[in-house]
């Protein structure tokens, strides 16, 4: 069975960091690509960073300069590194992954965590 599990979040004020973490479990880690996803209260899912089976990463424009994505294939965990958030970070952030390439939708990404809560305060 496969699971994702997130862990992480919590409330912090606007310029503050945050690392979330995923472990994963029940899947040959090293054979899929990972991806950080994010949803705000009455908004679409919307796609954070995405890493590959061999390191490369690919980021949204939301993130970029901010957040950074790693993977430890020894320890099945992927993690988020979150700098300087702003509040219009806040949202739930789920942990997704998928064979093939690290390149494609959500509906691309076939397990999913049940999500860790951000919330910045300004």
């Known amino acids: 069975q496969v699971q994702l599990v997130e862990s992480g979040g919590g409330l912090v004020q606007a310029g503050a960091s945050l690392r979330l973490s995923c472990a994963a479990s029940?899947?040959?880690?090293?054979?899929?690509?990972m991806a950080w996803f994010r949803q705000a209260p009455g908004k679409e899912r919307e796609f954070v960073l995405a890493i590959s089976q061999g390191g490369g990463t690919r980021s949204a424009d939301s993130g970029k300069g901010r957040f950074t994505i790693s993977r430890d294939n020894a320890k099945k965990m992927v993690y988020l590194q979150m700098n300087s958030l702003k509040p219009e970070d806040t949202a739930i952030y789920y942990c997704?992954?998928?064979?093939?390439?690290?390149?494609?939708?959500?509906?691309?990404?076939?397990?999913w965590g049940q999500g860790t809560q951000v919330t910045v305060s300004s």
């Open positions: 997704a992954a998928k064979l093939g390439s690290y390149i494609g939708p959500s509906s691309s990404y076939v397990y």
């Open positions: 029940g899947l040959t880690f090293n054979a899929y690509a």
